[in-house]
């Protein structure tokens, strides 16, 4: 089972990355073999979410935010399988905040018993655009339901990794206490099932570094990783650091639908030119 770890060890481990230069790196899983050749990679974090388990069942990402199924549900039943084969790695739970049918406080408790280590806010509204969103907002199960998710972890001394759409949105989750701020560009760009159409890179480290800024106006310590639209492989993800003011990179579908496609195509083919003679 995977190891649990305080608040105060992972900020340790993350923050004497960064004193010497070493970007840290959240590896996204959506089943127990990626989570774990992950782990035997060094990944600094695992990050188990729904997002993760629909996109390794071979359909988009986005299926988490269409109604078919229930993102927690899904964290409790995916992560059972999963965080048995991860050993030393601090694991981080998405959880979905605006789920009308679970207390918070209590769900956070038995997320942790599960054996994780932190929480994050996924899924997130801001993925829905501003319409949909403030129409949640309006209804009580938009944004202010994540905000106040990292704020009961925090203030029960649970590691907390934000994802922010916008400085705004990262001025509420630093305020809220969010010891990582994610600088989230949107869905991945690239492979099979990812976005067709993303902004430039240059637009994204723009979008990113306006992120960076608000959070670090609340709190001049944070850490700030870098995820999503443009930033799709290790090129872009060095990109985006050296570009802003974060210091980390969190892949998804980088780090683990892409590369799959790739392998399993490649070696596909190869076994496919097999001759009889």
């Keep these: ?28 899983a959506g089943i127990g073999l990626t989570a774990k050749c992950a782990e035997l990679g060094g990944a600094d974090l695992i990050g188990l979410y729904s997002t993760a388990f629909w996109r390794m069942m071979g359909t988009s990402s986005l299926m988490a935010w ?11 039943k995916y992560s059972k399988a999963i965080l048995p084969v991860v050993k030393h790695t601090p694991c981080i739970a998405g959880i979905g905040a605006h789920d009308p049918t679970r207390d918070i406080n209590l769900f956070v408790d038995e997320i942790m018993d599960l054996g994780f280590s932190g ?25 202010s339901r994540e905000v106040e998710l990292i704020r009961i972890a925090h203030r029960n001394n649970i ?19 969010a010891d990582v701020i994610g600088a989230m560009i949107g869905l991945t760009a690239g492979g099979l099932s990812g976005a067709k159409d993303t902004i430039t890179l240059e637009s994204a480290v723009r979008d990113t570094q306006e992120i960076c800024k608000a959070a670090q106006k609340i709190n001049p310590d944070a850490i700030i990783i870098t995820h999503g639209g443009p930033f799709e492989d290790v090129k872009t993800a060095q990109y985006s650091i050296l570009h802003t003011d974060a ?6 579908s980088s780090g683990e639908r ?7 195509i490649d070696i596909t083919k190869e076994y496919k030119a097999m001759s009889t003679g």
């Design 1 to 28: 089972m995977a190891k649990r770890y305080s608040r105060e060890e992972i900020l340790q481990q993350l923050r004497e990355q960064v004193s010497n230069n070493k970007a840290v790196f959240m590896f996204g």
């Design 66 to 76: 269409l109604p078919y199924s229930n993102a927690n549900d899904e964290l409790v």
């Design 119 to 143: 929480v994050s806010n996924e899924p997130f509204v801001g993925i829905y655009g501003k319409g949909f969103a403030d129409m949640l907002e309006n209804a009580g199960i938009g944004f």
């Design 159 to 177: 590691f907390t990794l934000a994802w922010t759409f916008d400085a705004g949105q990262a001025e509420r989750m630093a305020e809220a206490g």
């Design 247 to 252: 210091v980390g990179y969190a892949s998804g």
């Design 258 to 264: 892409i590369p799959t496609e790739k392998a399993i």
